[in-house]
């Protein structure tokens, strides 16, 4: 038995495969975005804990997390569902080599959700134990995340596939995958720089805010540290990567050199705004970046797969009134999840 003979018939799909990629990357994007502030705040928080307690940002961000989680998981069902219709054969396989885990994976994220909202709303009630609460939001976010990656790399290494023969109990994890712990380490780091921005942009809105100076400084050190070591992390996970793939970003194929290259050229430019604690063109070409780096992702996993499948294989059986329905879904969503931005980002000034 070969690989290629472990790897799924493809299902058709209703719409050209262009149309289904476009939304798999504007939907990961605001996941990634919204995913970031989330747990990159969580650390934050409790590394504040740990150092000063009550005149760190804990108080600030603790009433922030409830809101950044929801969008998290909300805007998470898109973009999983996007990569199941045009890579359905690929992480189907993946979710079942590890199903223990992934199934783990809904338990985790309901027990994040309770130790993030008793942050919040026990905040004053159990100073002693707020540490404990924050530090296992942290955790469980981290470990959450630790599995998806292992997920999103094991779809690409069909060459594993053949050890659930070895072991079928659902309860393997492509730890032997040399690209693991850089990808997983990048999220990461990513998380912390996004979120040290985003509190940087709370502080920055609210002129009321008592040691707002001091809490937008604070926001964009984070930043500005995190995203140097992301930097670096980037480069080890590009040397990590499979000879071919890794010079298909160095030359090897224009198209996925040219978006690697203007990625790297955004986090410098995002970078340089951060140092000098420009706010809102920091926030701009980070977003730029994040997008750019999520086309990089997605041209990683196409290099995966290119001996044995590209999105333009998959058979069309027209069907348009689906994604009609989600278009007209998705602006209306967008729109009720800006209000509610708006909401929650001017929630205190009343009390200010």
């Known amino acids: 038995m070969t690989t290629n003979d472990l790897i799924p018939v493809a299902d058709a799909i209703p719409v050209d495969w262009r149309w289904l990629y476009f939304f798999l990357v504007l939907t990961f994007v605001l996941h990634l975005l919204f995913m970031n502030a989330m747990l990159g705040s969580a650390i934050m928080a409790f590394v504040g804990e740990l150092r000063e307690k009550n005149a760190g940002p804990g108080r600030d961000i603790s009433t922030k997390l409830p809101y950044t989680i929801a969008f998290t998981v909300n805007l998470g069902v898109a ?16 979710s079942v080599l590890m199903a223990g885990f992934w199934l783990a994976v809904i338990g985790l994220i309901i027990m994040l959700y309770y130790s993030a909202y008793i942050y919040d709303f026990r905040f ?11 530090g296992l939001t942290v955790l469980l976010g981290l470990i959450v995340a630790f599995l998806f990656t292992n997920n999103m790399t094991f779809m690409l290494r069909t060459e594993t596939w053949q050890e659930y023969f070895g072991n079928r109990s659902g309860t393997l994890l492509n730890l032997k995958d040399p690209t693991l712990l850089p990808r997983y380490l990048h999220f990461a780091v990513a998380s912390v720089a996004v979120g040290g921005l985003f509190q940087a942009i709370l ?31 980037g480069f080890w996970f590009l040397i990590s990567l499979p000879i071919e793939v890794m010079l298909s970003f160095m030359g090897g194929a224009v198209p996925n050199t040219v978006v690697f290259v203007l990625g790297l050229v955004g986090a410098v430019v995002s970078l340089a705004f951060g140092f000098t604690r420009r706010v809102w063109p920091t926030t701009v ?68």
Not at 227 to 232: A, D, E, G, P, S
Not at 287 to 308: N, Q, S, Y
Request: glycine residues 4%.
């Open 203 to 233: 502080a920055k809105q609210r002129k009321a805010l008592p040691y707002r100076e001091k809490r937008m400084n604070q926001g964009m050190r984070w930043f500005t540290t995190a995203t140097v070591v992301q930097i670096l992390i």
């Open 124 to 134: 004053e009630k159990m100073p002693a134990a707020r540490t404990f609460f924050i």
């Open 285 to 352: 070409a980070t977003v730029v970046t994040v997008v750019l780096m999520a086309i990089v992702r997605d041209l990683v996993r196409g290099e995966f797969l290119k001996p044995v499948f590209h999105p333009s294989d998959l058979k069309v059986v027209a069907q348009y009134s689906p994604m009609i329905v989600f278009l007209i879904a998705l602006v209306l969503g967008l729109g009720l999840v800006a209000y509610m931005l708006y909401l929650a980002a001017n929630s205190g000034k009343e009390a200010e």
């Open 79 to 94: 973009p999983l569902l996007f990569l199941q219709v045009l890579y359905g054969q690929f992480i189907y396989v993946s």
